[in-house]
Every structure is written in C-alpha cells, then in structure tokens.
C-alpha cells in the first residue's frame, strides 16, 4: 500500500504561488496516474489535476486552474508537485494527492493516502 505525504501549503496573497509536493512511500508511483483534489471549508473534494505515468506525462486539468496550475513527476524522486501560480482567494482548500489504482486514462477512480496540505490565499 502506498503512503501519500504532501507539503508545501502555507499563506499567499492574491496572484502569488506556491509549490505542492507529494512524496509517496511503500512503492513505486512511476507505474501509475497520479492526481491532486482539494476541498474548501464546507464543500466536497473536487478534482484540480491528474498526470499519466507515461514518460513526458500526459496532463488534465479542471477549468478552474487551466492556465494557472501545473502537475508534473519526478519518478525518480517518487513524488509529484502542483506548481500553482495567479491564486485566488477561492483555490483557498486543504490539498490532497492522489493515486489512480488502474489503468484507464484519464482515471476514473482514485486512492488517497494522506492528511492534505492546507492552501489559504488571501485577498
């Protein structure tokens, strides 16, 4: 079983950045989809992005973060990031990582295996 430990959340003013990683434990990710979900205070988890395991890494992403947010991997490192830059107050959410369990693209289904890190993006 995998184990999921993001980082990297904090406090931004409007139109900063910040850097989301996720370090998965317990085996290897390189053969997997890999996704990040965030949930707001008060709202379900909605999906944000999800990256192929492919080498070059398809991508999708939900129409509120196109253009502003980017997943990428580092195999090697067993972990992936969420680079996200123009934040808006409403990206304010505790962010989660993600592994897709099969193989479909994109995926359907996801596991998740971490506590999230909390995103507050001020006005």
């Known amino acids: 079983q995998v184990q999921l430990v993001e980082s990297g959340g904090g406090l931004v003013q409007a139109g900063g950045s910040l850097r989301l990683s996720c370090a998965a434990s317990?085996?290897?990710?390189?053969?997997?989809?890999m996704g990040w979900f965030r949930q707001a205070p008060g709202k379900e988890r909605e999906f944000v992005a999800a990256?192929?395991?492919?080498?070059?890494?398809?991508?999708y992403y939900a129409d509120s973060v196109k253009g502003r947010f980017t997943i990428s991997r580092d195999n090697a490192k067993n972990t992936i990031y969420l680079q996200m830059n123009s934040l808006k107050p409403e990206d304010t959410a505790v962010y989660y990582c993600?592994?897709?369990?099969?193989?479909?693209?994109?995926?359907?289904?996801?596991?998740?295996g971490g506590q999230g890190t909390r995103v507050t993006v001020s006005s």
């Open positions: 990256i192929s395991w492919w080498s070059g890494g398809s991508t």
């Open positions: 317990g085996r290897a990710i390189n053969g997997a989809h």
């Open positions: 993600a592994v897709a369990p099969g193989s479909s693209w994109p995926p359907y289904e996801y596991n998740y």
